[in-house]
């Protein structure tokens, strides 16, 4: 049986994840590897969570733990989440707020929600790999999101219109993006969501690095800009996705959702239909653990990134060869490095791979595809030392493949 002949037709454009694609290859232990966007298991807080876990399954709290429960998620989280997000100038209540399995989910749903078939999605130029994919079974059209673009909203939407459909939202992440590492200004925030309201499309924050900063000031988020402006969530546009990923632990995916009111009503009745609930038992650790040590641990992670960080910048500077740039983080992640317009990203992994260094070509980050001479870099995963052997090794392989 030909099963591919009866699959729908949004499953064309499903593809593999690259970066999941690339990890399977890097099981050697001499690779130095810049490809992950993942944290340091090292720092994961293991014995909280284990106390955590013990708490779980003791006997006041087994029942609710191994239960079912309710799909919005386990209250007692959803209060912690209700009172970290006003500590960022959003004031919400509990049903605001919707726990889903990793904020990946929360794309996923929120793609399911708004797109129809030909509609446009606003996006960076690059963009995470991981919004493209979740958006892409819903078979969009996908538009640049420039912050003071030049290009009028009505331009916009009949773009969108000759495309087949409407533009739907923007998505975003305006803390140390995925894959850029760039933060928005506050006037650039402003301006998006001056956008939004000229289209009077949803805006959709992706804030899975918000609390991963480790120098200059915090600004506040398109959510809270937006609450300064209307003074209350549910008259927002903005749609807020976070995550325990980067801060806790990716593995029990635990992610959540900070909307208008009827924007969280509309996911729940998603949520039912794929899984019914995010894990309780995990909703109950990450609870116990953030209410522990939350704003201690992400402080120690700030100071170990915070140097990894700086040296990566530094061995950039010392040891690519001209023709080379890339951005300058203040948290997150990520670098971003622009190769000579000459190079692509994917042939110079292939030799990269050679010299046991690796890293993410840029092209996937695109929504088009078409920039083909940029790489992301991961400084999270490796020590200072590792960081300036790798880096050492990368500008070895792009002088010899510059001057071939």
Same mark, same amino acid.
């Given at each position: 049986m030909?099963?591919?002949?009866?699959?729908a037709h949004? %499953? *064309?454009?499903?593809?593999a994840?690259?970066?999941?694609?690339?990890?399977k290859l890097?099981?050697q232990p001499?690779i130095?590897?810049f490809?992950? @966007?993942i944290?340091d298991p090292? =720092?994961?807080p293991r014995d909280a969570?284990?106390e955590? &876990?013990?708490? %779980?399954?003791?006997?006041?709290t087994?029942?609710?733990?191994l239960? =079912?429960?309710?799909?919005?998620?386990?209250v007692?989280? !959803?209060?912690?989440?209700?009172?970290? &997000?006003?500590?960022?100038g959003?004031?919400?209540?509990?049903?605001?707020i919707l726990?889903?399995?990793?904020?990946q *989910?929360?794309?996923? =749903?929120l793609?399911?929600?708004?797109?129809?078939?030909?509609?446009?999605a606003?996006?960076?130029?690059?963009?995470?790999?991981g %919004?493209?994919?979740?958006?892409n079974? =819903?078979?969009?059209?996908?538009? !640049?999101?420039?912050?003071?673009?030049?290009?009028?909203?009505?331009?916009?939407?009949?773009?969108a219109k000759?495309q087949?459909g409407r533009?739907?939202f923007s998505?975003?992440?305006?803390?140390?993006?995925?894959?850029t590492g760039?933060?928005?200004?506050?006037t650039e925030?402003?301006?998006v969501?001056? *956008?939004?309201?000229?289209?009077?499309?949803? /805006?959709?924050e992706d804030?899975a690095?918000?609390?991963? !900063?480790? &120098?200059?000031e915090?600004?506040?988020s398109?959510?809270a800009?937006?609450?300064a402006?209307k003074?209350e969530?549910n008259?927002?546009r903005?749609i807020?996705c976070?995550?325990?990923?980067k801060?806790l632990?990716?593995g029990l !995916?635990? @992610?959540w959702?900070?909307a208008?009111k009827?924007v969280?009503?509309?996911?729940?009745?998603?949520?039912? %239909?794929?899984d019914?609930?995010?894990?309780t038992?995990? *909703?109950?650790?990450v609870?116990?653990?953030a209410r522990?040590?939350?704003?201690p641990? /992400?402080?120690?992670?700030?100071?170990v990134?915070g140097a990894r960080l700086n040296?990566?910048?530094?061995?950039?500077?010392?040891? &690519?060869p001209?023709?080379v740039?890339?951005?300058s983080?203040?948290g997150?992640?990520?670098v971003?490095?622009t190769l000579p317009t000459?190079m692509?990203g994917?042939d110079?992994l292939?030799k990269?791979?050679?010299?046991?260094?690796?890293?993410?070509?840029g092209?996937?980050?695109y929504?088009?595809g078409?920039?083909t001479?940029?790489?992301?870099l991961?400084?999270s995963?490796?020590?200072?030392?590792?960081?300036?052997?790798?880096i050492?090794?990368?500008a070895?392989?792009?002088?010899a493949?510059?001057?071939?």
């Open positions: 030909n099963h591919t002949d009866l699959f949004r %499953a *064309q454009g499903m593809k994840s690259e970066i999941r694609e690339l990890l890097l099981d001499d130095i590897s490809a992950g @966007g944290p090292a =720092y994961f969570f284990a955590a &876990m013990q708490f %779980a399954l003791s006997e006041a087994a029942g609710t733990a239960q =079912y429960a309710a799909s919005e998620g386990y007692p989280l !959803r209060a912690w989440i209700a009172d970290h &997000m006003a500590k960022l959003v004031i919400c209540e509990i049903d605001n726990i889903t399995a990793g904020s *989910q929360a794309l996923d =749903y793609g399911k929600l708004y797109l129809d078939k030909n509609d446009t606003l996006v960076e130029w690059p963009t995470y790999l %919004a493209l994919g979740a958006f079974a =819903y078979e969009p059209k996908f538009d !640049r999101l420039n912050a003071g673009e030049n290009r009028t909203e009505i331009e916009i939407a009949d773009d000759s087949g533009v739907k998505y975003l992440s305006p803390d140390f993006a995925n894959p760039k933060t928005l200004t506050r925030r402003l301006s969501l001056t *956008q939004a309201e000229a289209l009077d499309i949803a /805006v959709i804030g690095y918000q609390s991963l !900063r480790y &120098m200059g915090d600004i506040p398109i959510l800009l937006e609450m402006e003074g969530i008259a927002c903005t807020y976070g995550s325990f990923s801060t632990a990716p !995916r635990v @992610g959702v900070v208008a009827p969280i009503a509309q996911m729940v009745l998603l949520k039912q %239909a794929a019914l609930q995010t894990a038992i995990n *909703q109950i650790a609870n116990h653990v522990a040590v939350f704003d641990h /992400v402080a120690g992670l700030r100071k990134y040296a990566m910048l530094s061995a950039l500077k010392t040891h &690519m001209q023709g740039t890339w951005t983080p203040e997150g992640m990520f971003w490095v000459s692509s994917k110079l292939e990269a791979l050679m010299q046991k260094v690796a890293f993410v070509p092209a996937a980050f929504a088009d078409a920039t001479n940029t790489i992301r991961n400084f995963m490796s020590d200072e030392g590792v960081i300036d052997k790798g050492a090794r990368l070895n392989v792009i002088r493949t510059s001057t071939a």
